[in-house]
């Protein structure tokens, strides 16, 4: 059967390493190395501990699936989830523009999970890994716009991309992978009302795709069957969940186009839809020596969906909370430059920043509405205290392709996000890094922090 979802399925089950280009190898590495600074970045964050102490209560007391901030064994399922939910917390986790999708919180934990418990190779894995992004993106890219209004992408396009990594892992043919992709868009689940109230939800979201995703593979290993047109068919999640589907999106420029190197690291520790913002006040304020004293009003010249994402964060009651909040971000970065982990945590509720904050309004704007979701643009007009009008821009974000992070950056952040949680010392992922940047030469996959 020739359809799209048989088309994606086949691709991601007949993926080898050496189809891969060596730029996208490399790119894989440098997303691997960012998200497990942000797995590491989740230890102690309340919601992953309740997950992770539901994943260790439910699961086997050893395992061959690392539960990394836990540093023990569980099973593959639990042991993704308990990843999955820490990898998401921070807010530093990478992004992909189009599909507004953050392919690596729902990938990466599931991959490691099967690759540790089957003895996979660093080349397997990151294979498996390129096969998850490239489906995870294309499914996001199909459920368009619409779908974001209402639905987590990543919560749900992540469960197929789960389910197409661990499915490669476990050599799946075209058509066992089609039936895990039927499962895994049955299962495929994430809502943004938790936003309204600061609920924990977007924890759960990952944690659910990344374990949903893999029992699906698991599961078509086992002769298990799933939808044949999850995606396009007339009950599928086209039909269930977007207005404007187009399936051509699903299919395009596979093994010419590799979506996973257009993945867009995070600077802020904030929702990516803040990030252009930020960085056009940023440059409005360096340009012109501003002060936050300085800035009457702020207006941000934003896409509709950062005001459906954003928009409902009146007036933020936690840090995750805060961290969707555009006059929090811009308050936060109008005083210190950057709106990092430390500062959320220090100043999100301070005067200063209350005071900012509430200068801060968005403004829906042609230009960047008709650009998103394939480029994310920052304009801000400033309005000072002594009358002048100022504006600012920016057309690639910090962290986008086109002003991406060094792999010298991308470690500094790597330590710094260890730092901030305390859960690891810096010679352990000093040892961590040295690891992950020679995976591709690995043997097998062993565990990644603690003992091997």
């Not at 990466?108 to 690759?115: D, G, K, N, R, Y």
């Not at 109008?334 to 220090?346: I, K, N, P, V």
């Not at 810096?426 to 062993?446: H, N, Q, T, Y």
Request: one cysteine or more.
């Amino acid at each position: 059967m020739t359809t799209p979802s048989a088309t994606l399925a086949q691709f991601a089950a007949q993926l080898r390493f050496d189809d891969i280009p060596p730029p996208v190898v490399g790119k894989t590495e440098d997303l691997l190395v960012d998200w497990f600074g942000s797995v590491v970045a989740g230890h102690g964050a309340r919601p992953v501990e309740a997950i992770t102490r539901f994943a260790l209560a439910t699961g086997p007391e050893h395992g061959p699936s690392e539960v990394i901030n836990a540093r023990r064994g569980s099973s593959p399922y639990l042991a993704a989830m308990a990843n999955a939910a820490a990898s998401h917390v921070a807010e530093q986790d990478d992004v992909h523009n189009g599909s507004v999708f953050h392919p690596a919180t729902v990938v990466f934990p599931a991959a490691l999970a099967v690759a540790q418990q089957i003895g996979a190779s660093g080349r397997d894995l990151l294979a498996a890994s390129v096969a998850g992004y490239e489906v995870g993106i294309r499914v996001g890219e199909y459920l368009g716009r619409p779908h974001y209004r209402i639905f987590h992408t990543t919560g749900t396009a992540g469960t197929l991309a789960a389910a197409a990594a661990v499915g490669h892992l476990l050599r799946l043919d075209a058509t066992q992978m089609r039936h895990a992709l039927g499962s895994a868009g049955t299962t495929a689940a994430g809502l943004w009302e938790f936003l309204r109230t600061a609920a924990d939800s977007k924890q759960l979201h990952t944690a659910h795709a990344a374990s949903a995703g893999l029992m699906a593979a698991q599961l078509a290993r086992d002769g298990f069957t799933g939808g044949a047109q999850v995606l396009e068919g007339p009950q599928g999640m086209g039909a269930g969940m977007s207005v404007d589907a187009n399936p051509a999106r699903l299919t395009e420029g596979l093994g010419s186009r590799w979506a996973t190197a257009e993945t867009s690291f995070k600077y802020h520790a904030s929702c990516r839809h803040t990030h252009p913002a930020a960085d056009a006040l940023l440059q409005v304020m360096q340009t012109h020596g501003l002060q936050p004293q300085d800035l009457a009003e702020v207006v941000t010249l934003v896409h509709q969906g950062a005001i459906d994402v954003l928009g409902p964060v009146v007036n933020p009651a936690t840090v995750h909370q805060s961290k969707f909040s555009m006059g929090t971000v811009l308050a936060l970065v109008a005083q210190f430059g950057h709106a990092g982990l430390s500062e959320f945590d220090a100043h999100f509720q301070s005067p200063l920043t209350q005071a900012v904050r509430d200068k801060v309004r968005m403004q829906l704007d042609t230009e960047v509405d008709a650009a998103y979701p394939q480029r994310w643009i920052g304009k801000v007009v400033v309005r000072t205290t002594d009358g002048r009008t100022l504006h600012g821009r920016v057309d690639e974000p910090k962290g986008d392709p086109g002003n991406t992070l060094s792999r010298d950056e991308l470690n500094a952040k790597a330590l710094r996000l260890a730092r901030y949680s305390g859960g690891a010392s810096e010679a352990e992922m000093l040892g961590v890094l040295e690891r992950l940047w020679a995976i591709a030469d690995a043997p097998r996959i062993g565990r990644l922090l603690g003992a091997a």
